[in-house]
Nanobody
Framework: QVQLVESGGGSVQAGDSLNVSCTAS????????VGWFRQAPGMEREFVAA????????DYADSVKGRFTVSRDSANNTVYLRMDSLKPEDSAVYYC????????????????????WGQGTQVTVSS
């Protein structure tokens, strides 16, 4: 079992960048694929990005492809999401999620598959 904590959210202007982080405060993420999801008020939670536990495989939602980058640092037990060229429609609470897997290349994009979730970090983008 792992406990996940997101950080790095905040309020920015359109076009700015933010780096949000997902850290395992307990346990390790080194053998867990990790996904990023977001949820805006009145909206369903949607997939944003995911990364395998090897770090070699990634996937992105079409809405963020080319603007967001997911990466991981095993030494720091952390997964990062860099968000560039932010738009107002990116405003949401961003969550990270993890699931143990023996496969180093598995990438999970369905929120229903993940077992562990953080509490989320708020990202607000103003015009």
């Amino acid at each position: 079992q792992v406990q996940l904590v997101e950080s790095g959210g905040g309020s920015v202007q359109a076009g700015d960048s933010l780096n949000v982080s997902c850290t395992a405060s307990e346990g390790t993420l080194n053998t867990y694929p990790v996904g990023w999801f977001r949820q805006a008020p009145g909206m369903e939670r949607e997939f944003v990005a995911a990364i395998s536990w090897s770090g070699d495989s990634t996937d992105y939602a079409d809405s963020v492809k080319g603007r967001f980058t997911v990466s991981r640092d095993s030494a720091n037990n952390t997964v990062y999401l860099r968000m560039d060229s932010l738009k107002p429609e990116d405003s949401a609470v961003y969550y990270c999620a993890a699931l143990y897997s023996p496969s180093p290349t598995l990438v999970i994009v369905s929120p229903w598959t993940y077992s562990y979730w953080g509490q989320g970090t708020q990202v607000t983008v103003s015009s």
